[in-house]
């Protein structure tokens, strides 16, 4: 999940949706932030072993796999479709109860599509990575306000599955600064660590908000938004392909020279690999 945030393209929310815990997930959140103290303990337990893996993989991200991603973008790239397209056939089948009793609702399938697309389309990849300093000495006010509300709308899109929210913080113009103040901060400079702070503050906030919003509409809508986050996913096939073109050093979209067959064979052979791993541990 980490993973997949850190970089343009796929969402950590998409990861988690593949592989089968979203609804854990969505209710752990919702449990640790406002439940009774019996689901808290639960909740926290269940949250604790995602959060230390996404620690982890957040940290080895940003530190070593960021280079990776510029260098071998499209290799990566051929591995997430490989990804998004094996899994959408095995989410339809564990809904298949759900979606073909509600039919009509596919329009909001649509709908996921033309979010995604839409906020891919809006990225400034005309402006090749270009950034600013959040430095503690260039922070104003408007600033500080700017980059707490990025960090809400980004966790937001991280908790989704389609959308990242490093392609959000793109479309903010954020992406570059707050990875770089996050290898800083990691490297015990400072300077940049009240950046970080308001960053966090953002995200927590976000979090509370998305997870009541989402698990409110899987309770209550569950055939409609099953049918939205299916069209999330599919339209971050697009998103993956114009992936490239938002990272810091512009590279041009994925086209069927630069896709990477390999890569997307082992994404399309991982997943109900992962799946049917799943079903194994579910009954042992």
Request: with cysteine; net charge positive.
């Amino acid at each position: 999940m980490a993973i997949a945030d850190s970089v343009p393209g796929v969402s950590g929310g998409t990861i988690a949706f593949i592989l089968g815990f979203y609804d854990d997930f969505v209710n752990a959140l919702h449990n640790l932030t406002s439940g009774k103290n019996e689901g808290r303990k639960s909740a926290l337990k269940f949250i604790s072993n995602i959060g230390i893996g996404w620690m982890i993989g957040f940290i080895i991200s940003v530190l070593f796999i960021t280079s990776i991603f510029e260098k071998n973008i499209y290799d990566i790239s051929s591995l997430f479709l490989g990804f998004i397209i094996a899994s959408i056939p095995l989410i339809i089948k564990s809904e298949i109860n759900t979606l073909g009793n509600n039919k009509r609702n596919i329009i909001f399938l649509i709908i996921g599509i033309i979010i995604v697309v839409t906020i891919t389309y809006m990225n400034p990849i005309t402006s090749g990575g270009q950034s600013f300093s959040i430095k503690y000495d260039k922070l104003s006010f408007i600033l500080m306000i700017y980059i707490f509300i990025s960090g809400m709308i980004a966790i937001s899109a991280m908790v989704l599955p389609g959308i990242s929210g490093s392609t959000i913080l793109l479309i903010f113009g954020m992406y570059v600064p707050i990875l770089n103040a996050v290898k800083q901060v990691l490297k015990l400079n400072l300077e940049y660590l009240p950046a970080i702070i308001i960053f966090s503050s953002g995200i927590l906030i976000g979090i509370i908000i998305a997870i009541r919003i989402v698990r409110h509409l899987l309770r209550k809508f569950r055939s409609q938004t099953i049918y939205c986050i299916i069209g999330l996913m599919t339209g971050s096939i697009y998103a993956v392909i114009m992936g490239p073109t938002s990272l810091e050093v512009y590279n041009p979209p994925m086209t069927i020279t630069t896709f990477n067959i390999i890569f997307f064979t082992i994404g399309c052979i991982l997943i109900p690999a992962l799946e049917k791993l799943k079903e194994v541990l579910k009954n042992s």
